[in-house]
Each structure stands twice: as structure tokens, then as C-alpha cells.
RNA sequence: GGGCGCAUAGCUCAGUCGGUUCAGAGCAUCUGCCUUACAAGCAGAGGGUCGGCGGUUCGAAUCCGUCUGCGCCCACCA
């Protein structure tokens, strides 16, 4: 079968995928090999395939297929995460695009929409990594929010609540005003803001709620919570205030009365060292409010808007309500002056919407003694990071954990396992049945109906944690007495997981905990960090920048291997990603450059009786050799997590050394056949080295690999054998690179003099120079003899290592142009001697110095010495 | 504000224990080639005071101090 001029990826990867799944190429099962294991990092149900997915599995995959072709049994299990707040943002917003409104929606009807959402919508994503190449056993795609990985979800709730790590309580927490839900402290983000410190008086009180004409200056950024004081703080050294103790004070506009108090918290030198105490809407204010037993008064609802207890402003959005008050300030002659300040706000992650601090009641997870347990873990070594510099970054969050926010005041995700007795008791079960029953035991007299759920459901994460576990054995998480089944047996704990640095407390940190607690073995080993992929002006790819490709369109037009191999020719582990196209420029490149040497070798035409040239002889020695050394190195770098160094290593070797060398030493005159034993050896290099890229590049290595000879039905390169390095002669090796030295040499003076390539030239070598490389010498610089000794009359000459070689060239010399050039390096040589002597003649380098390294110095002198008389004997001939 | 990290060629990055001709790679650039696998290519070439300063050492891109410029993590002085 004919090659096509040029490849074509399109035609070939859908070709392959779909002859991949039909073998199941990707399924795994257990058996009696070594396993090895991956689990996606669950993409958003709902999410779309971005350049960072492209990274993260790209890498995923490259290192599946390494150990598949190791001959592992490598398993790599795809899902989705149910992302509740995503989800149902997404969800929401496209009910009010419909005109619905969510709170107009019952709880069942709101979920048969998002299901409906999700069934239409969801597992794009994984659609999309199959044009990646993603050799995922799509058999085991999971969900988070599946039946089985929801049932898991609940029995660990009331797992770690029976094990009193689960309470209630009343905490103050991030609310999302847009979410309309609290989120984690971690998923917000703080901000450095412009905005206003606003100078207020407070009048001092006469004792029967009337102002004197004494009054305090606070500075406040959020005037609006005035009419929620509780108290005037200030610190009990301040001296300038030591007047205002006992005394209280009003509330501009609305005239409460509030005690002024003393708390160290208040910092003297910072605002006019007065603080006003608002508990329910400041978290530190709230904390000082519980020392001081202050009264909370809430004066901002779910909306971020003001409520009746404002008294004033009712209903307004507390940032129009800001300006609003400001102005009554000034008219009231409350306002002293107002400053310009910047100071950090807190963003929802997911809404960008300015965080309110706000008191309610949520359920927590103890986090202290899983979180020491965590850090050993990684401090121990069981787990790797790599690099390794994210540890500090773990240990510091380990070491400064906080009981974990769990609950969310969202519909979408795993509802909360407590009901609710009238009586305000509370207990916590795996179903409503169970709940009944207990609650039964509680008080006879409750029915079903008098029970009620929680509304909450649980944090997504809190499903993510158990991923590692559940997606192999759902029944295993809170259930420590259900044993593991076959998958989770043989499949846990799994290998590598890649994932990035921004998810390391969320998802990696917690999975290790899940990990302990319900296996008691960590849920990997290496834990691989990727960067953030940024366009080639650093700036973080985003819709609104519009600066990011789809990849699916970049597959279409260059390929889903170069798309990979671009992807991976800029990503060493932890750095963030400069992507620009030309990487899958040179990604689609290479694929040509691949594509086109096997049109050259399978074009050839064999004679079995021919007999091998001398020059293809030392060709095929070498290159055997060059293998075994660089897929010594690749396995070097695969065993540290290099991958873009394996990459460039084995491209390297693809392009220059097989492509560039290799087969224009062995490559027959036009119109001639090649040797049988020059072919076979051919052919053997092309498979290896196809091989050794598959995992990056597997389409177009199928193709080529199907392509070589007739294979049998369902065989792939899937399942072929890693080569493997063999021994290699080191200086042999170095012969070869003298050689290659010289030749560049010859073409160098070719190029220079202007003389064609076809003109064939004579050579002279004064000194040794190996016989069997003679040859290639001769192929590869188009010389026709090698002579030893030195040219007669005038000639160019140069070095190599200590070797000095010359080209008689006659008219083509100037000899003035020669003489100089010679005496520069020879000028040059000199300096690097008397520098090497330099050294020699210091008595403390030869007294302290490793031996070998004086030695090394000596055989510096040495050579010098020898390039030095070759040059001046160079200028002798030259006259 | 605290902690961690980075700074090497035009760009992106390697550089292991301080010592081997150590100053490297890929891309980009320049010059010459439509040579019968490939112009998405071939052959050749140029390009860096290793961020600045100081120190340790026989010897520093590498270790220490300091300054400058970036990046990340943490942190609500209202």
C-alpha cells in the first residue's frame, strides 16, 4: 500500500480511536501482572475541553501508555464531578434566560431540570479527550453524583459523625450573596481594592440617649453596618481614650446607644484607633463580640441587602446603600472626612462576588488529626511531590488547618443525611427509613411526616476526596468492615496522579486523608504538578481574554499528536506553560518529518544479493549503540517525571541523529538498491524509535506502525514492548562524534569557499584517525580519499579534538585570509594554555584539588599543547 | 504584612556533589540551497559579564550575605 505525500491526522485518529475501542484496547481488568493505576482528575460534568485539560491529560496519557507498553497493567479511570455551585449556577442562570426563577421552583422540580441539564450537556468533555487520543477504559467512567458514589458520600457523613468529627454550629462564614450559599475560606479570594475609609463622628451619649457635643472619630470602610454596632472598641493602653471609659455612645442617624469597650485586638496606630464593633458582619468583630458578650444584630439578608433591623435604607443593596448613607452622613454632620484606601476584599471564586461575612449554621469536619496524618504521608516519602517544593506549601496548610466547611446551601449534590425531629433533635442516618427508626427510639410518638431533612447539601469536595476509593469500590468509604472488592484490591492505591498546584489543599490533600481513613493507605504515590497554561505573554488563558484556543479546533487543523507534542515540548513540571501555536507547529512538523522518512525506507528496493557498503556497516553499528544509550536516558528521565525532556531527547534523536545521519549514510544512489542487512536494520531502528514515541504521539505511530507489515486483526503498538537499552561501546560513540565534528568541518569550508556539494574534495588526517569511520567521513562530506599525512601546497586545515586535518585546495586559498584565521586560534590556544598552567603552577589547586580533576587539567595542558603545534605547523605549510 | 520560589542566548528552559573543553538545548534569527523522503525541508553560521554588588574557596552559573525585579502561597489593621 502506498504512503500519501503527506499525512493526514484526521483520517488516521479517528481511524485508530475507533479500532482502539473496538479491540478495547484501553479496558482493564485484573490479572496477575503489575498494575497500574490512574484516575482522572474529574473534569466539571458540564465543563468543555480547555488547554489545561489538554496539558493534564496529555500528560495523563503519555505516562498510561509508557506503562502499558512496559507491560503493565495499566488502567486509567475516567469520570466527571458533579461541581455542585458550577452546576447550578449554569443551571440557574439558563432557567432565567427561560424566565425561571429558582425560587419559584420546588427542590424536585429544580433537580429534574439540572439532570436534565446534565444528561444533555454532561460527559462533553470526555467525548472531547477522545479526539485527544486519551486512552481511558471508558467502561469505567464514573460519576460523582451516581447512585453508588452518592451512597458512599452519605455513609461517610455518618461515618465521621459517628465518630463525633462531624458537628454543628454556628460559625461565621464566607456567604456568596450571588450563590446564595457559604463557601469555604479557601475558595476565597482576596483582592487588593480601591475603595474609601470613611471618618465618622459618634456622638457621646448624655446617659438618656441624647448627644452632647463630645463625640469619638472611627474610621470605617463600611459605613453601611453602622446601625449593626454593637460597640466602640478601642485599646485599653490608648491613653487618648481613657475619657470615654464607662461612657456609651450613639449610632449616627439612628441614635442607639452603644457602650464604648476595650479590647487589645484594636490597634492603636492604625484609623483613628477606635473601632467600631459590628459582630455580625466581621469575623473579628464577631470574635470580640463574644469576649465582650455583645449582641448580634444582622442587619444584611442573603441578598446582601439591608433588612428591617437597618432601620434605615431597607431593602437596598448594601454597596448602593453605601453611597446612600455616606450622603446622609455628611448632611447629618456625622462625616469628618473620607480618605482613598486600598485594602484586600474577598471574592467568591466562582461568582466574583464581594464575600459577606455572615453568622449562620453549618455542619464542620474536624480536620486536626487527618491533616497530621496527611503531612506525614508526604513528609515521610510514601507520597512524592514533584517538584518537590510544593511540600512546604502542603505543610503549611496541613499545619495550619481549619475544620472543614462541609455544608452548602445548595440543591445541587448530595443532600445532608440529618433529619430533624420537632423537638429540634437531630440525628444523622444513611436513609429516611433508618432516620425514622431512630428517631423512633428517641421519642415513640414521631412519624415520617414530622421529620425533616436537612436543606443543605454537601460540599463537592466531599465527594472528590473519596474518588481514588469509590470509583473502584463505591461500597468501601464508611463502611471500614465491608471488604475491599477485586478492583479496589488490585487497583489501589493508584500510581500518579497529575493535577495542578491550585487544587493541592481541595482535592489532593483531602484525597490522602480519605485515603487513611478509609483504607489506611495512601491513594498514590507521585503526585505530579502541572503549571497553568498562559499564552506567550504570560497572561493566564480566559474567555474574556479570548486568548485561549479551542483545542478541538487546533486538533482539526494540525493533529491531535502535534497538539500534544506542542503541548509537551514547553512543560517542565511546576512551571507555568508559555503556549503559542508555533509548539504545535512544530508539533505537526515533526509529525511530517516522521511521515515522510518512512516513505524514503519503505520506498527502497531491496537486493538480497548486494552486500553491505563498509560505510552503511559503521552507520548501523553506530546508531545501534546511540539507541541503547538514549533510551537509557529516556528511561532516566520517564523514572524523574521529565517528560519534556525524554520528549526532546527522543525528538532529537528521530530528527538529527536518524533522519539527518542515519539514513543519508545508509540511503542508496538514486535509482540503486539497498542491501538486505542494511534494511532489516533499518526497518528494526524506525519500529524502536516509533515505538519510543508512541506514548506522545500515538496516533501517527499506529499508522506507520500498521503500515510497516501485515499485522493480525486487533494487534496494536498499543501493546508492543518499550525497547529496551541495550549495552553500548562509549567510545565508539565518541569516534563517531569526532567524525560527525569533522564533516561539519568539511561542509563548513564548502559553504564558505562557495564550492559545491557535488565537487568532490580530498582529505589528509595527520595522526589517528579509526579506519571504519574512514567511510563515512567519505559518504557524508562527499571526500574521496583520506589520506594520512599532511596536503602538499596550500590548504585549509582545521581540528578536531587534537587531529589536525586539511583539504588542499588550491586556487580556492587565500593564503593571507588562512594565515590569520590560524594565527587567532592559535592566539587563542595560547591564552587557554597559559590559563591551564596558570592553575597547574598554583600549589594549593594540585594540593587540594581531587585528583582526578588535576588530572583533567593535565590532559587540558595536554591537548593545548598538541592543537598548538598542529596549528603551527598548519602556518608552516602555509608559508 | 509573613513565608516560599525564581532571575542563564531574542523567546521558552536544562545545567546533578562547587571541578571533565561548561557556558548548553529547542524555537526564533542570518547565509547558501527547489540535492530524486520532507521548503512544514536541507547544509552552514552568529548570538550570553549566567540580574547587580560583596563574601567564602586553589577554583563559583552552582555555596553564603545583600540589593533589584518578577512569581506563588498565606494573611479581612477596621
Known sequence: MELSAKYNPSEVEDKWYAYWLKNKCFHSEPDNREPYTIVIPPPNVTGILHMGHVLNNTLNDVLVRKARMDGKNACWVPGTDHASIATESKVVAKLKAQGISKEDLTREEFLKYAWEWKEEHGGIILQQLRKLGASCDWDRTKFTMEPALSDAVIATFVHFYRKGMIYRGVRMVNWDPVALTAISDDEVIHKDTQSHFYHLRYFIS??????????????????????????????????????????????PLINREIPVIEDDYVEMDFGTGCLKVTPAHDAHDYEIGLRHHLPVMDIIDDHGCLNEQAQILVGEDRFVARKKIVTMLEEAGNLEKVEAYTSPVGYSERTDAVI?????????????????????????????????????????????????????????????????????????????????????????????????????VLDTWFSSWLWPISVFDAQRPGHPEHKPNRDLSYYYPTNDLVTGPDIIFFWVARMIMAGGEFMGDVPFRNVYFTGIVRDKLGRKMSKTLG?????????????????????????????????????????????????????????????????????????????????SRTIETVEDCYAKFRINDALMTIYKLFWDDFCSWYLELVKPAYG?????????????????????????????????????????????????????AGPYDAAFLADFERTREAIINVRGIRAQKQIAPKEALELYVDGDFPAELRPVLCKAANVSAVHDGEADGTAVSFIVGTLRMSIPLGGFVNADEERAKLQADLAYQQKFLAGVRAKLGNANFVAHAPEAVVAGERKKEADALSRIAALEESLKSLG
Not at 503541548?567 to 515522510?596: H, P, T
Open 206 to 251: 448624655d446617659g438618656a440617649g441624647n448627644p452632647t457635643d463630645k463625640y469619638l472619630v472611627i474610621a470605617t470602610t463600611r459605613p453601611e453596618t453602622i446601625m449593626a454596632d454593637a460597640a466602640i472598641c478601642v485599646n485599653p493602653a490608648d491613653e487618648r481614650y481613657h475619657w470615654l471609659r464607662g461612657k456609651k455612645v450613639l449610632i
Open 356 to 456: 459577606e461575612p455572615k453568622l449562620s449554621s453549618q455542619w464542620f469536619l474536624k480536620m486536626e488529626e487527618m491533616a497530621k496524618e496527611a503531612l506525614d504521608c508526604v513528609e515521610s516519602g510514601r507520597i512524592k511531590f514533584i517538584p518537590d517544593k510544593y511540600r512546604n506549601i502542603y505543610r503549611y496548610w496541613m499545619e495550619n488547618v481549619r475544620d472543614w466547611c462541609i455544608s452548602r446551601q445548595l440543591w445541587w449534590g448530595q443532600r445532608i443525611p440529618a433529619w430533624y425531629l420537632p423537638d429540634g433533635r437531630v440525628v444523622v442516618e444513611e436513609t429516611a427509613e433508618k432516620a425514622l427508626e431512630a428517631a423512633q427510639r428517641l421519642d415513640p410518638s414521631v412519624m415520617a411526616a414530622d421529620l425533616h431533612q436537612d436543606e443543605d
Open 547 to 627: 486568548n485561549s484556543p479551542d483545542p478541538l479546533d487546533l486538533i482539526a487543523k494540525y493533529g491531535a499528536d502535534a497538539v500534544r507534542l506542542g503541548m509537551l515540548l514547553c512543560s517542565s513540571a511546576g512551571n507555568d506553560i508559555l503556549y503559542d501555536e508555533s509548539q504545535v507547529e512544530q508539533g505537526r512538523n515533526f509529525c511530517g518529518k516522521i511521515w515522510n522518512s518512512w516513505r524514503l525506507i519503505s520506498g527502497w528496493n531491496v537486493d538480497k544479493d548486494a552486500q553491505q557498503p563498509l560505510v552503511a556497516l559503521t552507520a548501523v553499528k553506530w546508531f545501534d549503540n546511540l539507541l
Open 672 to 724: 540503486q538498491a539497498i542491501d538486505a542487512v542494511t534494511y532489516e536494520a533499518t526497518t528494526l531502528f524506525f519500529e524502536k524509535l516509533i515505538k519510543l514515541i508512541h506514548p506522545v504521539m500515538p496516533f501517527i505511530t499506529e499508522e506507520l506502525w500498521q503500515h510497516m507489515e501485515e499485522r493480525k486483526p486487533g494487534e496494536t503498538i498499543m501493546f508492543e514492548r518499550t525497547p529496551v
